[in-house]
């Protein structure tokens, strides 16, 4: 099993839905997460963090589920300018400051 | 305000040769970061340093060596290419937040 795990996608939506992306991790240890966006051939971009109460900026919104293991991002009324990868970012316990990325999950936004 | 920058951008190189790809910053940020990015298997470490003087190994540091002798600057070398080494190397730092600032990125082809 991967240590972070998304589902790739690509997800096709039209402009205006809700969409919502899952990721998975495997080391409840872990103790910092983040959503990371990254255009066609760019570098990441933080988009947000993931806190134990729940994260809102804006049309986006991140839970943390610690149980479960899994965080969650939802993009509310999507734009044509939302289409990215959108990465799930998980750092290693411990404190060490190293970092975990998944494969990304691929948004697609129509017109 | 530049934030993290790679020089260079692009670079072929043939089978054998040597490289060094620098990165710098100026966020005053302890922890550096290599990553590599390849098709379908997200950004993998391959080192990073918690401050001036200092490296340390991440997952994939083979082939690779790393040296950070100030604090904004840290290099990345390739002491003899090889094809596998084809990729796109992202450097990152971060501070205090564990948040990470990533540089545009260089795109690597080992003919």
């Known amino acids: 099993r991967k240590e972070v795990e998304q589902d790739p996608g690509p997800f096709n939506v039209p402009e205006g839905a809700t969409v919502a992306f899952n990721c998975t991790y495997s080391?409840?240890?872990?103790?910092?997460f983040f959503w990371y966006r990254q255009d066609c051939r760019k570098e990441p971009k933080l988009l947000m963090s993931?806190?134990?109460s729940g994260n809102e900026d804006g049309r986006f919104t991140a839970q943390l589920n610690r149980a479960s293991q899994y965080i969650s991002l939802l993009i509310r009324d999507s734009k044509l300018s939302d289409s990215a990868t959108y990465l799930c970012?998980?750092?290693?316990?411990?404190?060490?400051?190293?970092?975990?990325f998944g494969t990304g999950t691929r948004l697609k936004v129509l017109a | 305000n530049a934030g993290v920058t790679q020089t260079p951008k692009f670079r072929v190189l043939k089978t054998g040769q040597s490289m060094t790809l620098l990165c710098a910053q100026d966020?005053?940020?302890?922890?550096m970061y290599w990553y590599r990015q390849d098709p379908g298997m997200g950004l993998r470490l391959i080192h990073y340093?918690?401050?001036?003087?200092?490296?340390a190994k991440g997952e994939v540091p083979d082939g690779y060596n790393v040296s950070r002798l100030k604090k904004q600057n840290f290099l990345l070398g390739l002491e003899s290419a090889a094809p596998s080494q084809t990729s796109v190397y992202f450097c990152?730092?971060?501070?205090?937040?564990?948040?990470?600032?990533f540089g545009p990125g260089t795109r690597l082809t080992v003919t």
């Open positions: 080391n409840s240890a872990s103790q910092s």
């Open positions: 990152a730092s971060t501070g205090g937040t564990y948040e990470q600032y």
């Open positions: 970012v998980v750092n290693r316990p411990s404190g060490t400051y190293k970092y975990i």
């Open positions: 993931v806190y134990s």
């Open positions: 340093s918690v401050g001036e003087g200092t490296t």
């Open positions: 966020m005053n940020h302890e922890y």
